[in-house]
């Protein structure tokens, strides 16, 4: 499956999520990633993300499709990390 994940945490977690959420999916921009993974990836992202989280200040937002050709994506600025497919 192809997800945006987005997340907003408090700044002594923000190097924790963001070291764990660059191991599974594509940095794009602050608290901003994107990627193809399979469900039993983000669940173990998940499972790892919540051990740290505090749930009544920090949240995590997963936006989920089957791939990225059903999403039109348009950048206007600098492009942080081009993702590019190489066949």
């Given at each position: 499956?192809?997800?945006?994940?987005?997340?907003?945490?408090?700044?002594?977690?923000?190097?924790?999520?963001?070291?764990?959420?660059?191991?599974?999916?594509?940095?794009?921009?602050n608290s901003v990633f994107e990627g193809e993974?399979?469900?039993v990836k983000l669940k173990e992202l998940t499972?790892?993300?919540?051990?740290?989280?505090?749930?009544?200040?920090?949240?995590?937002?997963?936006?989920?499709?089957?791939?990225?050709?059903?999403?039109?994506?348009?950048?206007?600025?600098?492009?942080?990390?081009?993702?590019?497919?190489?066949?």
């Amino acid at each position: 499956m192809y997800v945006i994940l987005v997340y907003d945490c408090g700044e002594k977690r923000v190097g924790k999520m963001l070291k764990l959420c660059r191991k599974y999916l594509n940095w794009i921009q602050n608290s901003v990633f994107e990627g193809e993974i399979s469900e039993v990836k983000l669940k173990e992202l998940t499972l790892k993300a919540e051990e740290f989280m505090k749930k009544d200040e920090d949240s995590l937002i997963i936006f989920s499709g089957r791939t990225e050709k059903w999403l039109d994506k348009q950048i206007i600025g600098k492009e942080r990390c081009s993702i590019n497919n190489f066949l």
